[in-house]
């Protein structure tokens, strides 16, 4: 499957998903419904970009330019009536120029940026995957059952970026980062500083 760059819907969230990542949402809002509807008929995925300011749900939104295609794993009708979705982190973009449709839907074109290099984990940062392992053993995120290459420098930091407790403008930047041993450099700082 092709990663589509014209007229994309772009889901403003909270939080970071990087690739090979898996989140579950919650849909309730008729546009984020409509979005689901076109993107399973279709095949396509969509958007992930962080907010800089507003809410999940305002119509009034601005967010990062830089955020992750998306592809819809699974689908479900919740306990609570609302349909859950679950997807997965397929490659990082670059939100090139963004709109919003009559129905409050963000749309944008996209340029693919460039898979990060496939790199070990040094052994410098031996601890990461170990701090990775136990965050891992989280129900809430076993049940999402992930993949997770523990010697694999890219999985680890995209893995920790999103799991970690640490601001969210702190997870963009890891995100946008390329370099898999930087990003995982600037993530064994921040582990010290939780300890």
Wanted: glycine content about 6%.
């Amino acid at each position: 499957m092709t990663l589509p760059t014209q007229h994309v819907p772009l889901f403003p969230l909270n939080s970071v998903i990087l690739p090979q990542g898996r989140i579950p949402l919650q849909l309730f809002e008729p546009r984020y419904i409509d979005m689901l509807t076109r993107c399973l008929k279709e095949e396509r995925g969509f958007v992930v970009v962080l907010l800089r300011e507003g809410g999940e749900a305002s119509l009034q939104a601005s967010f990062y330019d830089i955020g992750t295609y998306v592809r819809i794993v699974d689908f479900r009708q919740l306990e609570n009536g609302l349909l859950g979705i679950t997807v997965e982190g397929d490659r990082k973009v670059v939100v090139e120029h963004s709109w919003q449709a009559p129905d409050g839907l963000h749309l944008g074109n996209l340029t693919p940026l460039d898979d990060e290099p496939e790199v070990a984990v040094p052994d410098e940062f031996g601890e990461l995957p170990l701090v990775l392992k136990a965050l891992c053993r989280h129900p809430v995120v076993r049940e999402l059952e992930m993949a997770v290459d523990y010697a694999d420098a890219r999985m680890v930091g995209w893995r920790l970026t999103e799991l970690l407790p640490i601001h969210k403008d702190e997870k963009q930047r890891l995100l946008e980062l390329h370099d898999p041993v930087e990003r995982l450099a600037q993530l064994a700082e921040l582990v010290d500083e939780l300890d």
